[in-house]
């Protein structure tokens, strides 16, 4: 079956760069998403890869995929306060509609 | 930019009540789905909804539940007799479509305290 896993916290300083890491273990997976979580509010997509791609870059996100290893990490240059927020990755495997979530990853920006 | 919206955002109710939490969808999506988040926990997939019918639907959506697209925009997820540990956040999500990357849009999500 599908598990998806994430460290639970990161802590950065403003202006440098994050990488948050996600591993999942179903080789089927076909894309992977990354959502951002602000408190009190739902889910925000990001970005998302296709698994036969190894990177894909959106203005200051950089998504890495290692389909080998089954990890996932994504990159967000330059951070700033307003990235605090909980990161979650996703994945969706074969033609399932469902997405498999993982634990999410805090992000906590320190100026 | 259109957006998935949720209501209530905050919902009490007690122990064997019925409940049922709306959304609307982005107009042109045809795929519907709801997950919840139990507090602290991962976020779970309940049901996918296309065509009028039930796409798939994860072992947590037993018969206690049930979901609904009773006109041309609101969709609904019904729990009919509450469970102390139905209480999660609920968020409903469309997507336009079911292949390629369709991705799945997020509402707000309605918090649902059980008592």
């Known amino acids: 079956g599908e598990d998806v896993e994430q460290s639970l916290f990161l802590s950065v300083r403003e202006g440098d760069s994050s990488v948050i890491n996600c591993t999942y273990t179903?080789?089927?997976?076909?894309?992977l998403y990354w959502y951002k979580q602000e408190p009190g509010a739902g889910l925000q997509l990001l970005t998302y890869i296709f698994s036969n791609m190894d990177m894909k870059q959106d203005q200051r996100l950089t998504v890495l995929l290692n389909k080998k290893d089954k990890h996932l990490s994504l990159r967000i240059a330059d951070t700033q306060t307003g990235d605090s927020a909980i990161y979650f990755c996703?994945?969706?495997?074969?033609?399932?509609?469902?997405?498999?979530f993982g634990t999410g990853t805090r992000l906590q920006v320190t100026l | 930019e259109p957006e998935v919206t949720q209501t209530p955002s905050h919902q009490v109710t007690q122990m064997g009540q019925e409940v049922i939490l709306r959304c609307v969808p982005i107009s042109n999506h045809l795929y519907f789905y709801w997950y919840r988040q139990i507090l602290g926990q991962k976020v779970e997939f309940l049901v996918s909804?296309?065509?009028?019918?039930?796409?798939?639907k994860s072992e947590i959506f037993d018969d206690q539940f049930s979901v609904e697209r009773p006109d041309g925009s609101n969709f609904t997820l019904k729990i009919r007799s509450t469970k102390l540990e139905d209480s999660a956040m609920y968020f409903c999500?469309?997507?336009?479509?079911?292949?390629?990357?369709?991705?799945?849009?997020f509402g707000p999500g309605t918090r649902l305290t059980v008592t």
């Open positions: 996703a994945e969706r495997t074969g033609t399932a509609s469902k997405l498999t």
């Open positions: 909804f296309y065509n009028n019918e039930i796409s798939e």
């Open positions: 999500a469309s997507s336009q479509r079911l292949v390629g990357s369709y991705e799945q849009y």
């Open positions: 179903d080789s089927s997976s076909t894309y």
